[in-house]
């Protein structure tokens, strides 16, 4: 059905005076075809409105439209009450050129009235159009300026941003090798007192400088670290003291006194080869766990000496694969550093104002381990890998065995020379002791390690 309404004019060819219906663009389109000609745009010449979803129901409106602007919207807002609001739209660029662009009838939030109403297109939500009422001389100079319009749009667009949400917690569950646990490692390098009453501190320079000497003491040692970066921390030095393990910390000035503000530096680095969890089921005539712990110089833990039994599985290190993974260390002159006990993290975190380094207590460490044997609960260990290629070829299997160097080559700048002396940090063997004693190291010298029993386990 066709529904034309009369438009007075005082000759029988309209002027390009009288006013039109055209189009005016409220929001963009949030795709790339904002611009071609397949869309409406500032400017268009409103010729006709379909009104209705199928051929039964539906309504034609052609130009000119009676009252412009505010008789249109008229009637929108009765299709809309009838919830028949599938409108087509087909208007005039230019003489001869035609557009059509199928849209739906919606409120306009953005004028504050509700009975006012806009169209949405079907192909993109985010493009909203409505009416103006301009003389078609308006029109056709908005459309010849196209161009500068999109300059302009471009000028003035801004990229828009805001807050997600995000599944943390699935995250955090699912992806990461010990859940709820970053594999991120640093330490806290607080800077050192130059006098004994700690009132001045070295520069920032010292600290790195110690840093560095900490990390390539550890690399020559045998542990497989390699540096990420460091950053610096600034803040009091109890407030310094107090955030090693701590995400937010702040300082202030308490009536004018001055607290005295350090810079400390925070060490990341991470294993060459990634961790690799070892679980050691117990059994009931377990006596032994078949290991050593011991911790150097620098604070790291590791298995200082393992036993592997020759055609049996008796202990639970032999059984674990641990055995096996301890001897493919110590024949690439590598330490094998257990970097958690049960998911708990006992790497060293903090270097003193005085120098000391704060790490795991090897005498805590073994009781825990004793009692993990006496009640037969399993104890799972992360080790820090020397190898990418062992995550993949080697230790996914339950014993890990040695690889063939065509496997696993060591490059030549991470090959350690195999010369014992006082300080380097040798795995002992085996023989002629007890192994399955934990022992650590209390000498005076802890470069040096020695095997003193710390309890039965």
Request: hydrophobic residues 35%; charged residues 25%; aromatic residues 6%.
């Amino acid at each position: 059905m066709d529904r034309t309404s009369s438009q007075s004019s005082s000759s029988d060819s309209p002027s390009r005076d009288n006013k039109v219906l055209s189009i005016e663009c409220f929001r963009g389109s949030s795709k790339s075809d904002e611009w071609t000609s397949d869309m409406l745009q500032t400017g268009d010449i409103v010729e006709e409105l379909r009104v209705g979803g199928s051929a039964n129901s539906l309504i034609r409106f052609k130009s000119p439209f009676k009252n412009g602007k505010s008789g249109v919207n008229k009637i929108l807002q009765e299709a809309y009450k009838k919830k028949d609001t599938s409108i087509l739209v087909r208007v005039r660029r230019g003489i001869d050129e035609f557009v059509e662009l199928q849209c739906c009838i919606v409120p306009n939030d953005l004028s504050g009235s509700k009975k006012s109403y806009v169209l949405r297109s079907i192909i993109d939500p985010n493009y909203l159009v409505g009416f103006l009422d301009r003389t078609e001389a308006e029109c056709f100079q908005l459309q010849a300026t196209r161009t500068s319009r999109m300059v302009n749009e471009l000028t003035s667009t801004r990229v828009q941003d805001g807050f997600v949400s995000y599944p943390w917690e699935r995250r955090m569950q699912e992806l990461l090798s010990v859940p709820n646990s970053s594999n991120f490692i640093s330490i806290l390098l607080l800077p050192k007192a130059s006098d004994r009453v700690a009132s001045r501190y070295n520069d920032v320079e010292d600290t790195l400088a110690r840093a560095n000497a900490w990390l390539n003491a550890a690399q020559a040692s045998g542990i497989s670290g390699e540096t990420a970066s460091s950053t610096v921390n600034t803040g009091s030095l109890s407030d310094l003291c107090n955030i090693a393990n701590a995400s937010l910390y702040g300082f202030e000035d308490y009536h004018g006194v001055d607290i005295g503000v350090v810079r400390a530096i925070r060490l990341w680095y991470a294993p060459m080869g990634g961790e690799f969890s070892i679980e050691i089921k117990l059994k009931d005539d377990d006596t032994k766990l078949g290991f050593a712990i011991s911790r150097t110089e620098e604070g790291f833990i590791f298995i200082s000496s393992s036993v592997i039994d020759e055609g049996k599985e008796n202990s639970p290190a032999t059984r674990s694969g641990l055995s096996n993974l301890y001897k493919l260390a110590t024949d690439t002159s590598r330490l094998l550093v257990v970097s958690r006990i049960s998911n708990q993290r006992v790497l060293p975190w903090m270097v003193s104002s005085t120098g000391a380094i704060r790490c795991y207590d090897t005498v805590s460490l073994s009781q825990k381990l004793s009692l993990h044997r006496h009640t037969k609960v399993p104890i799972l260990l992360h080790v820090f890998l020397w190898e990418r290629a062992m995550t993949t070829s080697s230790v996914e299997s339950k014993k890990p065995t040695p690889l063939s160097p065509s496997v696993l080559p060591l490059p030549r700048e991470v090959q350690l020379a195999h010369h014992p002396n006082e300080k380097q940090i040798q795995p002992l063997s085996c023989e002629g002791s007890d192994s399955g004693d934990i022992n650590i190291s209390n000498s005076s010298q802890p470069t040096q390690l020695e095997r003193g029993a710390a309890g039965d386990v």
